[in-house]
C-alpha cells in the first residue's frame, strides 16, 4: 500500500511538481506523516512547509501564463521527477522504505507528466484555450495531493 501511495504522490509531482512536496510538508506538521527521527524529519518543520507552499503557490500562477514551456523539455521533466521521487521517498521513509518509495514517486512522476501533458492538451482543445484546463489540473492536483498524505496517516 505505502509504495501505491509513493507512486500516486509521484503522479501529482507529475501534474504539479511543488503541489506534492508543500502535500508531503503539510501532512508532516499536521502529523498525518511520521517522519520525526527519519532523515525526512525536516519537512514537518514550519520552515518547509511555507517554502513550499510558495513554491507550489508560485508554480500555480506562473503555470497559467503563455511563456510557460511545456512539461516535456527536459528541464521541466526533470523537475518533476526529482520532485517524484523525493516525495515518494518522504512517504517511504515513514516506513522505513525510502529507496522503493523514492523508485515508486519517480515512477509516478513520469507517468503524471506524459498523462498529464495528455489530458492537458485535450481539456485546453474541448475548452478552446489552456487556463480552464490548469484550472481543472490544479484542483486535482491538489485535492489528490492532500488525500494520499492523509491515506498514509
Given at each position: 500500500m505505502l509504495y501505491i501511495?509513493?507512486?500516486l504522490i509521484?503522479?501529482?509531482?507529475?501534474?504539479?511538481?511543488?503541489?506534492?512536496?508543500?502535500?508531503?510538508?503539510?501532512?508532516?506538521y499536521l502529523g498525518w506523516l511520521?517522519?520525526?527521527?527519519?532523515?525526512?524529519s525536516f519537512m514537518g518543520h514550519w520552515i518547509a512547509v511555507g517554502i513550499f507552499t510558495?513554491?507550489?503557490?508560485?508554480?500555480?500562477?506562473?503555470?497559467?501564463?503563455?511563456?510557460?514551456?511545456?512539461?516535456?523539455?527536459?528541464?521541466?521533466?526533470?523537475?518533476?521527477i526529482v520532485m517524484g521521487a523525493f516525495t515518494g521517498a518522504v512517504i517511504g521513509a515513514t516506513a522505513g522504505a525510502a529507496i522503493g518509495g523514492l523508485i515508486a514517486?519517480?515512477?509516478?512522476?513520469?507517468?503524471?507528466?506524459?498523462?498529464?501533458?495528455?489530458?492537458r492538451g485535450r481539456l485546453a482543445a474541448a475548452f478552446g484555450k489552456d487556463p480552464p484546463a490548469a484550472?481543472?489540473?490544479?484542483?486535482?492536483?491538489i485535492i489528490a495531493g492532500l488525500l494520499i498524505v492523509a491515506a498514509v496517516a
Open positions: 501511495l509513493a507512486l509521484g503522479v501529482i509531482a507529475g501534474l504539479r511538481a511543488m503541489t506534492a512536496p508543500a502535500a508531503v510538508a503539510w501532512g508532516s511520521p517522519v520525526t527521527g527519519t532523515w525526512a510558495i513554491l507550489a503557490i508560485v508554480e500555480l500562477v506562473t503555470d497559467q501564463l503563455p511563456s510557460t514551456p511545456s512539461r516535456k523539455v527536459p528541464q521541466q521533466f526533470g523537475a518533476r514517486g519517480a515512477i509516478g512522476a513520469v507517468i503524471g507528466t506524459l498523462g498529464g501533458a495528455e489530458v484550472f481543472i489540473e490544479d484542483a486535482v492536483a
